[in-house]
């Protein structure tokens, strides 16, 4: 039996390629392997539940996403596929069984689901759309797979699904949405590893939001609100952007008050440690997390690089690494298992506008 590889991706929107690595995993150094062509704006990416294929969306014209094959002795990629978008979308996800693949459209605020074959590739154009309130940023499923969540930035909700495996179907829930106070603007998700909670980033007021998930009916509940911004960052809550590629909006009032910008979540697999960025600061914000009720503790915030857009732990929950869409570099820090806070970043090359950073373990 050959030893298991761990293999590193970053798309980088400007140059319109994926960088690949491979992680040492006994030290988080990262090797680059290469540089897969994909085409300007790839950004969000996703790795199948089988981790045999990657999942890469193009938000330039035409939109569409391309499957790549991952290469389990190498980590290089191949394009098997591509297959159409219905608009720009910022977030993808796959279902937990891997037969479908969700994207969210912040510009053209709508959901999609699309098949995926038996043979890991997305061929087909989507077979279910939903529009959406303002700015759709994210969708996710749940643990059971049989609740799928997004978040609408401009709408401020949360809005909650059912999912049929079998058909790949979502269904609005009841209620259909939950909303946080006034001016958060729900971002991106992430799910306690028991399932029992949602951890939601509010990009306009960096708060991280905690929900309480019913494990029969899958809707939420609000459980907490805390900030991943300190008051001395000194940082005004923000306002929605405007679209990938879309004009700037009409110029609103002077403020030169910095604004929060919060961008990326992700939880340590043991569910002890939550991380999120902010893009003014340029900071990582720690939470530990309460063992029983979920509840979160902000701790502090580490400097990283330019306009952090991504952050990924590895499979074991070692390292965290960071991408910045302002930086030729990305950053890999080993997480101290008992506080959770970041060591000192290894920082290896990476293309213009890198973006989205995915971890794959291969046995």
Do not use: C
Not at 308 to 322: H, K, M
């Amino acid at each position: 039996m050959s030893a298991g590889k761990t293999f590193v991706y970053v798309s980088n929107a400007q140059d319109g390629n994926i960088d690949a690595y491979i992680m040492d995993t006994s030290s988080g150094g990262l090797t680059p392997i290469g540089k897969t062509e994909a085409a300007k704006l790839v950004m969000p990416m996703a790795v199948s539940p089988s981790k045999k294929h990657l999942y890469a969306v193009i938000r330039s014209q035409p939109t569409r996403v391309l499957t790549y094959a991952i290469d389990p002795a190498t980590g290089t990629l191949s394009q098997k596929a591509s297959a159409p978008l219905p608009d720009s979308m910022p977030y993808v996800s796959t279902d937990r069984t891997g037969r479908y693949l969700f994207t969210a459209s912040y510009g053209g605020d709508k959901l999609a689901v699309s098949p995926i074959g038996e043979n890991g590739l997305v061929e087909a154009e989507a077979i279910q759309v939903i529009p959406t309130g303002r700015n759709a940023h994210s969708i996710l499923p749940d643990g059971s797979n049989k609740f799928v969540y997004a978040a609408t930035l401009g709408a401020n909700q949360v809005l909650q699904f059912t999912f049929d495996s079998k058909t790949g179907r979502l269904s609005p829930n009841e209620p259909a949405s939950i909303s946080p106070q006034p001016g958060h603007g729900p971002r991106h998700l992430a799910f306690s590893p028991d399932n029992k909670y949602l951890y939601v980033l509010n990009e306009l007021s960096g708060h991280v939001t905690q929900y309480a998930i019913d494990p029969g009916k899958g809707t939420l509940t609000l459980v907490d609100s805390i900030s991943s911004v300190p008051a001395e960052a000194g940082l005004a809550w923000g306002a929605p952007q405007a679209p990938v590629g879309a004009a700037p909006a009409a110029a609103a009032p002077k403020d030169d008050k910095p604004k929060v910008w919060a961008a990326d979540i992700q939880i340590t697999p043991n569910g002890k440690f939550l991380y999120s960025t902010e893009r003014t600061t340029n900071k990582i914000a720690l939470f530990t997390v309460a063992p029983e009720t979920g509840k979160l503790t902000y701790v502090t915030n580490f400097p990283t690089e330019a306009q952090p857009r991504g952050i990924r732990l590895d499979p074991a929950g070692q390292y965290l690494v960071a991408s910045g869409e302002k930086s030729d570099r990305i950053s890999v820090y080993k997480i101290d298992q008992g506080t959770g806070k970041l060591g000192e970043p290894s920082r290896y090359p990476v293309g213009n506008g890198a973006n989205w950073v995915e971890i794959v373990d291969v046995k």
